[in-house]
């Protein structure tokens, strides 16, 4: 019995192992294609370490159109968190009557205005087809790049709002760290979708309204 159990065991373990070697070859397979593809970006390290976290979690085929997706929705999580960061700072501002305030808050503005943005353009992109034809993609496209366009802008004046002393050299230094990461992975996001905008056009039939 207890020979035909371990042998039981045994079995169990190889099925196991036998199951997880797909999906831990396609594991390898998305980190290698993330890999390659950060390497057209300005940024390759940080555009590896940002989105080294699907090639983890993903067990199907990565296309270029996921990746960009996932490009932006990292994007959109750091506008979000460096939003609430510089709420706060903005509202502890307000309160002390700060003379840095009004620079913090048309960096708030700038930041929520790109949020809006990004926002808009996780959804236009989930709108687009992975196959098939797609007459609506010129337009679509062309409202995603736009749009990550002029959230690079918003975050660039943000930066650029900050060249006076009205704030300390350590909260500057702050806010300017972490805008500066947002400008980077926006411009990311917006690098991978120009490149699967431009296999897409390349490898599909756009059929014109």
């Known amino acids: 019995m207890a020979q035909m159990a371990t042998i039981l065991s ?11 070697r797909p999906v831990i070859h396609r594991q390898s397979r998305a980190r290698a294609f993330i890999q390659s593809q950060c390497q057209t970006t ?4 940080l555009c590896i370490r940002s989105l080294s976290y699907y090639a983890v979690n993903f067990t199907t085929t990565l296309s270029h159109r996921k990746l960009a997706q996932f490009a932006v929705k990292v994007s959109l999580a750091k506008a979000e968190s460096t939003r609430a960061y510089i709420t706060g700072l903005a509202n502890h501002l307000n309160q002390t009557k700060d003379k840095g305030y009004l620079s913090v808050r048309e960096c708030l503005d700038r930041i929520n205005d790109g949020v809006d943005l990004l926002t808009n353009c996780i959804k236009e992109a989930q709108k687009i087809k992975e196959d ?19 959230a690079l802008t918003d975050v660039s004046v943000c930066v650029d709002g900050f060249s006076g002393r009205a704030l300390g050299g350590k ?35 756009v059929i014109k309204p």
Not at 140 to 150: C, F, G, K, Y
Not at 173 to 202: D, P
């Open 132 to 150: 098939g034809e797609n007459s609506d993609f010129p337009w679509r496209a062309s409202n995603i790049q736009t749009w990550m366009s002029s």
């Open 42 to 45: 300005l940024y390759p390290d």
């Open 171 to 205: 909260t500057k230094a702050m806010i300017k760290a972490k805008v500066l990461n947002l400008q980077q992975l926006t411009s990311i996001a917006l690098a991978l979708f120009n490149r699967f905008a431009a296999r897409y056009r390349s490898t599909h039939v």
């Open 10 to 20: 045994l079995l169990m373990i190889l099925t196991l192992v036998r199951a997880e």
